[in-house]
């Protein structure tokens, strides 16, 4: 039968020793500094976000997927998910009016509210047409659909997840310069694609949402 030889196990016992201790210390750690809670609202923005916070932190957004953003209500379990929020990063320029009004009444004091397409464009430079026109005040918040726009909401939610959570700042920056090469090089597939079209036949046939 063959035996293990002692400084062997005296090695392996202090491994697992250590590696329990790190753990332990692991654990405190996170308690000690929980991981940012994000509310977003739809998922265009939900995405940016996870992609810039990346592990660093918790994000849950409230109008679930295939509902219509502009008719969502929030229901009464999005009060204590707003009340939790670290921050709360919303589109804007009037898509969420209903949960807006709720994170203003509910959320904690020092919580800030990102309204992203508000930050993006100033006031004259909102767009209004068919779907929204300027009698009704509210402009079209698609903001999301212009890769040069969505470049500036990465650059926003980076800015505020580095001043919020300083730790990870070099990591969000990391994450964004990422996201914004890959959008990058999406702006220039489209355009080369519709490149290919003659001008005449350039028509975009497209359902709302
Ligand atoms: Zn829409």
């Not at 991981?35 to 918790?58: A, E, L, M, Y």
């Not at 904690?108 to 100033?122: A, D, F, H, M, V």
Request: hydrophobic residues 40%.
């Amino acid at each position: 039968m063959s035996k293990m030889p002692v400084n062997l196990c005296i090695t392996l016992a202090l491994v697992l020793t250590l590696i329990f201790l790190q753990n332990l210390l692991l654990a405190a750690d996170t308690q000690q500094h929980p991981k940012p809670f994000i509310v977003t609202s739809v998922s265009p923005i939900t995405n940016i976000v996870r992609n810039i916070g990346g592990t660093h932190i918790h994000v849950i957004g409230i109008v679930p997927d295939g509902t219509d953003s502009h008719t969502f209500e929030p229901i009464p379990s999005d009060i204590k998910t707003l009340q939790a929020a670290d921050m709360i990063i919303v589109n804007g320029l009037d898509l969420e009016l209903p949960t807006l009004k709720l994170a203003e009444k509910v959320k904690k004091t020092k919580t800030t509210i990102l309204q992203l397409g508000n930050r993006t464009l100033k006031e004259e430079d909102w767009q209004y047409d068919f779907s929204f026109p300027r009698e009704h005040g509210h402009p079209n918040p698609h903001l999301w659909l212009n890769i040069e726009l969505v470049m500036r909401y990465v650059e926003i939610i980076k800015e505020n997840l580095s001043t919020l959570d300083p730790a990870n700042k070099e990591s969000y920056q990391k994450n964004a310069a990422t996201l914004l090469a890959k959008l990058q090089k999406l702006d220039q597939a489209i355009f080369g694609c519709v490149g290919t079209i003659p001008i005449n036949n350039r028509k975009l046939v497209t359902y709302h949402q």
